[in-house]
């Protein structure tokens, strides 16, 4: 057993694993402190129009989650910092240039999407607005931390906007400012992270107007915008899973109802975020140049952790989930506590999805998008058929996940039998 425990400290993945996991662990415990505090301090009306934002958020940052995985995956892959300063510098452009676009719809859109998801105000629209064009200046820089293995440094980065976010927004909401104060709590939490890492990157990532461009390939920015295409369906996968319910909810369901079922969600985010490193880990793991066996041997290990935390969470979801709302965000939020175990369920598999997205993503495998189209759609299909209770949508969820779970396999299991017959 002491054996054992030895090697496990020398392997590099679940080192790595254990630095971030624990930088995330604080960040999870202050993501949770901020959604029960806010739960007391907020009207279920008004919650919900917070986790609805957040949601939102997540969506419209797709594009921006996109080029970080693009980020990621040159700065663990290009061993010239010169090269990989210039093509990083040539996509950030690109990407001030889409969300530029993305601003002005979301502008001329404000309007229509306060109807659409029952918004009780405009405020929190006009937080995602400020929010995206902030969220783009520190999007490369911290993809390069995860990308040289910088977790330390990430994980502080997590810390300061999640501790930050919780304590501007309890002040603002005290001084009697509600989401609107919770939102402009977000904005400034994130403009001390962006502070932040241009202070962690500055001598080691190059991003400025005096980039060596003589220094890129031919057609190596396109080669990273093709894998962009990639990167934006196959994650975009993963956050429509991740934000649809509530965003499900809160179209279909009166304010009340759709705040009450948000709090059930934002718990069952737990097992999303605790199992969320792992992903992060492999990616950074996971090298095109590496042999199958080597990034088999990190998928593996990404899988067991996930399927231990994942069960003792949704354990611990179905035995006690009265206790864990009530003691969660209140006991206001307790008569929708039926909800979690399903909640749960669906935040796992789609922890599970992740894991296998990302593997996938690292080895730069186009057939995702297919899976991506085929499974929006299905849960597009399957939802216009049922939605009249929230039950039934995470029924829905559910299952939509599982078909998605069982093609990923499929496809692993052909790569595995592949170089299986090789060897």
Sequence with gaps: ???????????????????????????????????????????????????????????????????SVIAVNITANTENPLERDAIIAELQKITFWIIGIVFVFLLLSITKLKLFFNFSSIYPLIGLVILLPTSAFAVFRNAYLQGSGRFKELSLAGIISSLGRLVFAIVFILLGLRVFGATLGIIISNIFVLIYLFYQTKNSLRLGLNTNMHTLEKGSVIKELKYGVLVFFATGLVTLFYTSDILIVKHYFNSVEAGLYSGISAIAKILFFAVGPVATVLFSSLKIKQTFKENLSAFKKSLLITFIVGGVGIFMFSVFNDM?????????????????????????????????IFYFLALRRFFLIVV????????????????????????????????????????????????????
């Design 372 to 423: 991506s189209l085929a499974g929006a759609s299905f849960l597009w299909f399957i939802l216009l058929q049922g939605h009249a209770d929230i039950n039934t949508i995470l029924n829905n969820l559910i299952l939509s996940l599982i078909i998605i779970i069982i093609s990923l396999t499929t496809a692993y299991a052909k790569d595995y039998f592949h170089h299986n017959t090789r060897s």
């Design 1 to 67: 057993m002491i054996n054992r425990i030895r090697t496990l400290n020398k392997d590099v993945f679940f080192r790595s694993y254990a630095v971030y996991f624990t930088g995330s662990m604080i960040v999870a415990v202050l993501n949770y402190v901020f959604y029960p505090v806010l739960g007391r301090l907020l009207s279920p009306s008004d919650f919900g129009d917070l986790q609805a934002l957040i949601s939102l958020i997540t969506q419209f940052s797709l594009i921006l989650g996109a080029f």
């Design 324 to 356: 864990i709302v009530s003691l969660m965000i209140g006991s206001k939020y307790a008569s929708f506590a039926h909800f979690l175990p399903k909640a749960g369920l669906m935040m796992l598999l789609t922890a599970i999805v992740n894991i296998f």
